[in-house]
């Protein structure tokens, strides 16, 4: 069993950057793909990206590629989302993911934080 716990979130202008973490807890988090998708008001769950339990791959849509990027930290058992050049269209909250497996993480996550809201403002 893993637990998720995001933090970071808040309002920043367009333009600006937001690191969100997720604090990991269970036996298995250093085997498990991480990821993280979001959902806007009325839109909607949108899969940002994975990164897989070596911190080797990572995926993401084509609308954060080039602006956010996934990184982990296994000792700390800690999940980061570094979101930069932010846009009033990523306002949305954001939820962090785990599962055993990339194509998991993307599709149909086993585990999923409470969220944490972005807002960004133009």
């Known amino acids: 069993q893993v637990q998720l716990v995001e933090s970071g979130g808040g309002l920043v202008q367009a333009g600006g950057s937001l690191r969100l973490s997720c604090a990991a807890s269970?036996?298995?988090?250093?085997?498990?793909?991480m990821g993280w998708f979001r959902q806007g008001s009325g839109k909607e769950r949108e899969f940002v990206g994975a990164?897989?339990?070596?911190?080797?791959?990572?995926s993401g849509t084509d609308a954060v590629k080039g602006r956010f990027t996934i990184s982990r930290d296994n000792a700390k058992n800690t999940v980061y989302l570094q979101m930069n050049n932010l846009k009033p269209e990523d306002t949305a909250v954001y939820f962090c993911?785990?599962?055993?497996?990339?194509?998991?993480?993307?599709?149909?996550?086993?585990?999923w934080g409470q969220g944490t809201q972005v807002t960004v403002s133009s």
């Open positions: 993911v785990a599962d055993r497996t990339m194509y998991g993480v993307a599709t149909r996550p086993d585990y």
């Open positions: 990164i897989s339990w070596s911190g080797g791959a990572t």
């Open positions: 269970g036996p298995t988090f250093t085997s498990q793909a």
